[in-house]
């Protein structure tokens, strides 16, 4: 289903969800209230236009809406990829369920990307700040684009919160569902050919974090073991090196840890967190160097299936204390920006 096609749209969102419009609900309200929304192409990608359920008004606002029918959704970089293919704009990101971003943070990342970056990330916000768990994973997994971050060259970025030029994306053919799987590794390989890639802190979004420990746990193996996986495939590495990696698994754990420790520092609350969250790290950072290890040695497994629950129902793996304050919290973040 589109709606007009004759919009020159300068940035295509790819919305996924595995079931109903209600699971992107929150996320399409932050849309709306872009600053730009007549600059944006809406893609959603569903099982079928019949389940998705949603009433066409909603998206007058915006330059362009698409819908895009994959049947039951297995693996998140897959859907994704199926929705960068329908985009028509020249830059293409991708909204999780999950993010919510400020209003102006698709007009930053179109702004951007006039220049020559292959990618620009967004800033991250932790939206749930009331759990210890939360700042974990907010930790492990966005750290380095957090609040203190400054605008710049770089050699990634905040993996499914970040903005491409889409003709590039599409150069990988089907190698697409692996690389929007596992964005690390896609920021490696634009950064080995050359492209640049740039931090955008004017591009804001509010980013709902796993908040119970043994979701945050599991999340971490089977992310790992993607990672790992698609890594050593798309990198064609031979058997050798990935048993040296399988083997490295402690130190990489080790080196993770003291990573994250400098950018808790970093933000300026150590004090605050360390005391805290320190137990949890630990437990997160040592399944994410067994998911390496198995990723590496065994592959990736059911892992992208495994996953899909993380990343698109991600308020199933957050307390019921953060599910009932996340409006609150969303909308504090997004007042203070």
């Known amino acids: 289903m589109n709606r007009n096609d004759s919009c020159a749209a300068q940035m295509s969102v790819v919305l996924v969800t595995p079931d109903s419009y209600e699971n992107i609900r929150?996320?399409?309200?932050?849309?709306?209230?872009?600053?730009?929304?007549?600059?944006?192409?809406?893609?959603?990608?569903?099982?079928?236009?019949?389940?998705?359920?949603?009433?066409?008004?909603?998206?007058?606002?915006?330059?362009?809406?698409?819908?895009?029918?994959?049947?039951?959704?297995?693996?998140?970089?897959?859907?994704?990829?199926?929705?960068?293919?329908?985009a028509s704009a020249p830059v293409v990101t991708y909204a999780e369920e999950h993010a919510h971003p400020d209003p102006g943070w698709a007009e930053a990342l179109i702004k951007a990307h006039r220049q020559s970056w292959a990618a620009v990330g967004a800033m991250i916000i932790n939206a749930n700040p009331g759990n210890t768990i939360s700042w974990a994973n907010y930790f492990t997994d966005f750290g380095p684009f957090g609040e203190h971050a400054k605008a710049g060259e770089t050699s990634h970025l905040a993996w499914h919160n970040t903005a491409y030029k889409r003709g590039l994306l599409l150069e990988y053919g089907l190698e697409l569902d692996a690389m929007l799987e596992t964005e690390g590794v896609?920021?490696?390989?634009?950064?080995?050919?050359?492209?640049?890639?740039?931090?955008?802190?004017?591009?804001?979004?509010?980013?709902?974090?796993?908040?119970?420990?043994?979701?945050?746990?599991?999340?971490?193996?089977?992310g790992a073991r993607?990672?790992?996986?698609?890594?050593?495939?798309?990198?064609?590495?031979?058997?050798?090196?990935?048993?040296?990696?399988s083997c490295a698994m402690p130190l990489i754990s080790l080196i993770r840890l003291k990573r994250v420790l400098r950018l808790i520092v970093g933000s300026g609350r150590a004090h605050e967190l360390i005391p805290q969250i320190l137990p949890a790290l630990i437990i997160g950072l040592i399944a994410d160097g067994f998911g390496q290890l198995t990723g590496y040695a065994f592959g990736a497994g059911a892992a992208a299936q495994r996953i899909v629950s993380f990343q698109l129902n991600r308020y199933q793996h957050i307390t019921e204390q953060d599910r009932a304050s996340r409006a609150v919290v969303a909308s504090a973040a997004w007042n203070a920006s």
């Open 26 to 86: 929150k996320t399409m309200e932050h849309l709306r209230a872009q600053t730009v929304p007549d600059q944006l192409e809406i893609v959603i990608v569903a099982p079928s236009l019949r389940a998705l359920n949603f009433n066409i008004s909603e998206f007058t606002l915006f330059g362009r809406v698409r819908v895009v029918e994959v049947g039951e959704i297995k693996s998140t970089g897959k859907a994704v990829a199926s929705g960068v293919r329908e």
């Open 186 to 222: 896609l920021h490696m390989d634009l950064h080995a050919k050359g492209y640049r890639l740039y931090l955008e802190p004017a591009a804001k979004t509010n980013h709902v974090n796993i908040s119970l420990l043994s979701s945050y746990r599991t999340a971490q193996f089977y």
């Open 226 to 245: 993607m990672f790992a996986a698609n890594r050593a495939w798309l990198g064609k590495w031979s058997i050798y090196r990935r048993l040296f990696y």
